[in-house]
């Protein structure tokens, strides 16, 4: 299984988590012949400012400050596709936001934890799934060609939060 689940809900110095992602990616460019042009890195490094999935509208106004100048936002989306297309980042559907991929060469479940408190997603890759699902398709005679699985629900901060605040209304109660 690959996950960067535990990195993602946990405190972590995320500098390590851009310059890690920003290698992968040149990397895979020079791998690849790929060029990974000013405007596709800037975007790159925007969904990787958190572990937040982030909308087009929101990358093209953070571009813009950054910049300086007014962005165009077929520019954004030229950028997005492409790095959409060589796996640097994933689309959360359900949300209709990007977000960076932890692990671009390695194979794939699209599966993502998303928290409904924080908004934070975490990425998992497990092959088990991908052999369910795939049976699943053959059986139905379905030619599955994308795949996408958004689970909804509570960060280990968010929901140790939670009954913390539990603990303290039940107290309250009792008073
Ligand atoms: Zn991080
Ligand atoms: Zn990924
Ligand atoms: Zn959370």
């Known amino acids: 299984m690959l996950t960067n689940a535990k990195l993602v809900h946990s405190p972590h110095d995320h500098r390590r988590c851009i310059n890690a992602a920003l290698a992968r990616a040149n990397d895979l460019c020079a791998a690849e012949n790929h060029r990974l042009t000013p405007t596709r890195e800037s975007v790159l490094r925007l969904l990787w400012q958190s572990h937040r999935p982030m909308g087009a509208y929101q990358l093209q106004d953070q571009l813009a400050k950054i910049s300086g100048k007014s962005i165009a936002p077929p520019t954004i989306y030229r950028a997005i596709e492409f790095l959409?297309?060589?796996?640097?980042?994933?689309?959360?559907?359900?949300?209709?936001?990007?977000?960076?991929?932890?692990?671009?060469?390695?194979?794939?479940?699209?599966?993502?934890?998303?928290?409904?408190?924080?908004?934070?997603?975490?990425?998992?890759?497990?092959?088990?799934?991908?052999?369910?699902?795939?049976?699943?398709?053959?059986?139905?005679?379905?030619?599955?060609?994308?795949?996408?699985?958004?689970?909804?629900?509570?960060?280990?901060?968010?929901?140790?939060?939670?009954?913390?605040?539990?603990?303290?209304?039940?107290?309250?109660?009792?008073?």
């Open 84 to 175: 959409l297309k060589v796996g640097l980042i994933h689309r959360i559907a359900s949300l209709n936001a990007y977000i960076g991929c932890p692990f671009p060469t390695s194979d794939h479940s699209n599966l993502f934890m998303i928290c409904n408190q924080c908004g934070s997603a975490a990425e998992v890759a497990l092959n088990s799934i991908n052999g369910l699902l795939e049976s699943a398709c053959e059986k139905a005679n379905f030619t599955l060609q994308d795949q996408s699985l958004e689970l909804f629900g509570l960060c280990p901060n968010c929901s140790s939060e939670q009954e913390q605040d539990f603990a303290e209304d039940g107290k309250q109660d009792h008073e």
